[in-house]
């Protein structure tokens, strides 16, 4: 059962284009989201979260936008440049009695073509 | 530097053999996380330890799984009796405590497990 879902595993954009990753959920009771970027032998970096509470959260040219109703969030990197070819995941966070879990997708590659 | 740091970088194992692999987390982080990446898969949870509480464990795929947080600080995933199923890479993430506004994790650069 996947809680948290990346519908497209790679994603091609221009340089200069604006790229948009896309990630669903089921679970109408997480309280953050979050979107990593992940190199190849590399762990996972943070990039940009946002409050369930919120619906966009914007940091340079990294936008995350929030859905609640569609249960539906995306990340928008405007404009795209080769450097930001990487593996991108989402990530839903839960409450639990003070304690949190993360849930995440699958990974969208991502690659930014010159 | 001051990132969380992962031990092996790479494991070869042979089938059936017990393995360890270990997480430094960054100083002051109370919550520690191990995650498992498998070929093509997002990543998985694991185990996740949280101060003094006791750990959640309900990632873990089975009982040959188990992990250790000592003194709250570094933590040691085991994997007994390896089967190539097992193969992955293995990730540890730290955060800072649950009261304060930072919630996103750090990672490990991976522990690349291969079983033959």
């Known amino acids: 059962d996947q809680q948290v879902k990346q519908n497209s595993p790679s994603l091609s954009v221009q340089e200069g284009r604006i790229s948009i990753l896309n990630c669903d959920y089921t679970?109408?009771?997480?309280?953050?989201f979050l979107w990593y970027k992940k190199y190849p032998a590399e762990g996972p970096t943070f990039l940009i979260s946002?409050?369930?509470?919120?619906d966009k959260n914007e940091d340079g040219r990294f936008t995350v936008f929030l859905n609640k109703s569609a249960k539906h969030l995306s990340l928008h990197i405007v404009p795209s440049q080769p450097g930001d070819s990487a593996v991108y995941f989402c990530?839903?966070?839960?409450?639990?009695?003070?304690?949190?879990?993360?849930?995440f997708g699958t990974g969208t590659r991502l690659k930014v073509l010159a | 530097g001051a990132g969380v740091s992962q031990s092996p970088s790479n494991k070869v194992t042979e089938k059936g053999k017990d393995v360890e692999l270990r997480c430094d987390p960054i100083s002051g982080h109370t919550a520690l996380y191990w995650y498992r990446q498998s070929l093509g898969q997002g990543l998985e949870f694991l185990i996740y330890f949280q101060g003094n509480s006791a750990p959640d464990k309900s990632g873990l795929p089975s009982d040959r799984f188990s992990a250790e947080r000592t003194g709250g600080s570094v933590s040691t995933l085991t994997i007994q009796r390896t089967q190539q199923e097992d193969s992955a890479v293995y990730l540890c993430?730290?955060?800072?405590?649950?009261?304060?506004?930072?919630?996103?994790?750090?990672f490990g650069p991976g522990t690349r497990l291969t079983v033959t």
């Open positions: 993430a730290s955060s800072s405590d649950r009261g304060l506004p930072s919630y996103e994790q750090y």
């Open positions: 946002i409050s369930s509470i919120k």
């Open positions: 990530a839903a966070r839960s409450t639990t009695s003070g304690t949190y879990k993360y849930i």
């Open positions: 679970n109408s009771m997480f309280d953050y």
